[in-house]
Nanobody
Framework: QVRLVESGGGLVQPGGSLRLSCAVSGSIFSFFPLGWYRQAPGKQRELVGTITNVGSTNYADSVKGRFTVSRDNAKKSVYLQMNSLKAEDTAVYYC????????????WGQGTQVTVSS
């Protein structure tokens, strides 16, 4: 049974930064790709950025150049560094493991709320 615990969200002003963390328990962590997703009110959940088991990353166009995904296999954790935050980045952020066909591998955690507002 895999458990995902996201943390690090909060209220930040436009242009600010946040670093999100996700701890993954109960899985052979290092073999799987990992991703950060977000869901804004009234919108579908979207994939923001991914990192493969060997560290290659990919990002949605809306966050490219501002967000960075990283992972620490020893700590079984994945991180999302968010810089130059905009109001439209406001959402609940989740981590999971994308399967490559638009699906995801594990049950969702509780997420962490990010609010960008002045």
């Amino acid at each position: 049974q895999v458990r995902l615990v996201e943390s690090g969200g909060g209220l930040v002003q436009p242009g600010g930064s946040l670093r999100l963390s996700c701890a993954v328990s109960g899985s052979i962590f290092s073999f799987f790709p990992l991703g950060w997703y977000r869901q804004a009110p009234g919108k579908q959940r979207e994939l923001v950025g991914t990192i493969t088991n060997v560290g290659s990353t990919n990002y949605a166009d809306s966050v490219k150049g501002r967000f960075t995904v990283s992972r620490d296999n020893a700590k079984k954790s994945v991180y999302l560094q968010m810089n130059s935050l905009k109001a439209e980045d406001t959402a609940v952020y989740y981590c999971n493991s994308p399967t490559g066909n638009g699906d995801y591998r594990w049950s969702w955690g509780q997420g962490t709320q990010v609010t960008v507002s002045s």
